[in-house]
């Protein structure tokens, strides 16, 4: 049996655990630069908030509900999702994170799934905080829609047998399915089959002509036969992106440089991360599409490195020449970023006979740089060229504080 456990409202939770004042009343969470709404509380949603919403559409309904309003503080919420996921750990023997407010466990030899799913639930809400309900069903995409059934229900949904399981597809929405996207709901309309209990009645070729293996596979587990193995091979990443639109117009290419910097910077902590190596570099640079009166400008160019690296200063250093080339002056810069492909394994580093290589010292700098911005904070030891004012950063005027990552946020009980 597999379980999916989901954090609800996962972001504004966060926010609620360490403002209990604010249960209760209606919570939204902001995405970068404060742009539009990314997640909500159930009180905001009986408010009219949807999620999408750009921040400045549901001004009046903020102020006029007295709506608590948040920037998207995604450290805070890494932080709190891993001590979910620690504590949901302790009551599967494997578990996979899907997400971060998301994870699949398995609960295979778990023979009361009626007391036991209870039981981990209060166990995370106790020890974390933050709300969570779990769904459990023989196949991953029947324990993705027993949560979302679960959610009105208590917190928990456990679909043991044919009879539960029947009667949860019968009338449950076919457009929240788990892998049903825009393309296959508008088949699905062109046919009047508008709930998963009839979609799951038509026959299996059915599936396997119009909607491909993938079809097949959903067919497969609607009716309990799992087809989507616990601990399925992820897709091995084909590119990581780091960009970010500017808080103010960029006109200057020192200051684009400075951004540059530590975008090219957190691409190298991702790479590092996923002990990976990159092979390509692109930068690009957007001016504002909906500014007809702005000179419009969206240059981008790939470089290619001889030796596939993950170092900071290597990709800093490429990041600054390239942005520096593509630099226009006269034009006003609203978004830039970077993104590395041709990914390679880090222990498989393929070197290149007519380029020098350090032997591993760069690495060694990289490992150094790491632990000291773990133990101190992010941008503790960071390039110079990174700046110090930032006047571009992002907008964040309603970020929360660092209660779990930052030691002068820490909260003082006097």
């Given at each position: 049996m597999?379980?999916?456990c989901?954090?609800n409202n996962?972001?504004a939770?966060?926010?609620?655990?360490?403002r209990?004042?604010?249960n209760?009343?209606?919570?939204?969470?902001?995405?970068n630069?404060?742009?539009?709404?990314?997640?909500?509380?159930?009180?905001a949603?009986?408010?009219?908030?949807?999620m999408?919403?750009?921040e400045?559409?549901?001004?009046d309904?903020?102020k006029?509900f007295?709506i608590?309003?948040?920037s998207?503080?995604?450290v805070?919420y890494?932080?709190?999702?891993?001590?979910v996921?620690?504590?949901?750990?302790r009551w599967?023997?494997?578990l996979d994170v899907y997400?971060?407010?998301?994870?699949?466990?398995?609960?295979g030899g778990?023979?009361?799934?009626?007391?036991?799913?209870?039981k981990?639930?209060?166990?995370?809400?106790?020890?974390?905080?933050i709300?969570?309900?779990i769904g459990?069903?023989p196949?991953?995409?029947?324990a993705k829609l027993?949560n979302?059934?679960?959610?009105?229900?208590?917190?928990?949904m456990?679909?043991n047998?044919?009879?539960?399981?029947?009667?949860?597809?019968?009338?449950?929405?076919?457009?929240?399915l788990?892998?049903?996207?825009?393309?296959?709901?508008?088949?699905?309309e062109?046919l009047n089959?508008?709930t998963?209990?009839?979609?799951?009645?038509?026959?299996?070729?059915?599936?396997k002509?119009?909607?491909?293996?993938?079809?097949?596979?959903?067919?497969?587990?609607?009716?309990?036969?799992?087809?989507?193995?616990?601990?399925?091979?992820?897709?091995?990443?084909?590119?990581?992106?780091?960009s970010?639109?500017?808080?103010?117009?960029?006109?200057?290419?020192?200051?684009?440089?400075e951004?540059l910097?530590?975008?090219?910077?957190?691409?190298?902590?991702?790479l590092?991360a996923?002990?990976?190596r990159?092979?390509y570099?692109q930068?690009?640079?957007?001016?504002?599409?909906?500014?007809e009166d702005?000179?419009?400008h969206?240059?981008s160019?790939?470089?290619?490195?001889l030796?596939?690296?993950n170092?900071?200063?290597?990709?800093?250093?490429?990041a600054v020449r390239v942005?520096?080339?593509?630099?226009?002056?006269?034009v006003?810069?609203?978004?830039?970023?970077?993104?590395?492909?041709g990914?390679?394994?880090e222990?498989?580093l393929?070197?290149?006979?007519?380029?020098?290589?350090d032997?591993?010292k760069?690495?060694?700098?990289?490992?150094v740089?790491?632990k000291?911005?773990?133990?101190y904070g992010?941008g503790?030891?960071?390039?110079a060229?990174?700046?110090f004012e930032?006047?571009?950063?992002?907008?964040?005027e309603?970020?929360?504080?660092?209660?779990?990552?930052?030691?002068?946020?820490?909260?003082?009980?006097i």
């Open positions: 597999f379980a999916l989901d954090c996962f972001y939770s966060a926010e609620r655990l360490f209990p004042e604010l209760g009343k209606p919570v939204v969470v902001l995405s630069n404060d742009g539009c709404v990314i997640a909500r509380s159930e009180e949603k009986t408010c009219g908030i949807k999408g919403d750009p400045f559409l549901v001004r309904l903020i006029k007295d608590h309003v948040f998207s503080n995604y805070l890494g932080d709190i999702s891993e001590r996921m620690h504590n949901l750990g599967f023997p494997r997400s971060i407010d998301e994870a699949f466990g398995w609960l778990v023979g009361d799934l009626e007391s036991y799913t209870p981990i639930r209060s166990s995370v809400i106790r020890n974390t905080g709300p969570v309900s459990v069903a196949t991953k995409t029947l027993a979302k059934l679960s959610k009105k229900a208590g917190g928990v456990v679909l047998t044919d009879e539960k399981i029947t009667a949860a597809v019968r009338d449950f929405p076919v457009h929240d788990w892998g049903v996207g825009r393309q296959y709901y508008k088949k699905f062109e089959i508008s998963v209990g009839a979609l799951r009645e038509m026959p299996e070729m059915w599936f002509q119009h909607m491909t293996v993938m079809g097949q596979r959903m067919w497969n587990e609607l009716w309990g036969r799992p087809a989507i193995p616990f601990d399925a091979v992820r897709e091995v990443k084909k590119g990581i992106t780091v970010r639109s500017f808080r103010n117009y960029i006109e200057h290419p020192d200051i684009l440089a951004a910097t530590l975008y090219a910077s957190r691409l190298a902590e991702k590092r996923e002990k990976l990159c092979l570099l930068v690009f640079l957007y001016t504002n599409k909906n500014r702005h000179p419009q969206f240059p160019h790939t470089h290619k490195l030796i596939a690296s170092s900071t200063t290597d990709l800093v250093s490429i942005s520096a080339m593509l630099f226009k002056y006269g006003k810069y609203r978004k830039a970023g970077v993104i590395a492909t990914l390679v394994p222990a498989e393929q070197l290149n006979v007519f380029t020098p290589h032997h591993g760069k690495d060694l700098v990289s490992g740089l790491d000291l911005n773990v133990a992010r503790t030891l960071r390039m060229t990174e700046g930032k006047k571009w950063r992002l907008k964040h309603y970020l929360s504080k660092g209660y779990t990552t930052r030691w002068a946020d820490i909260i003082k009980v």
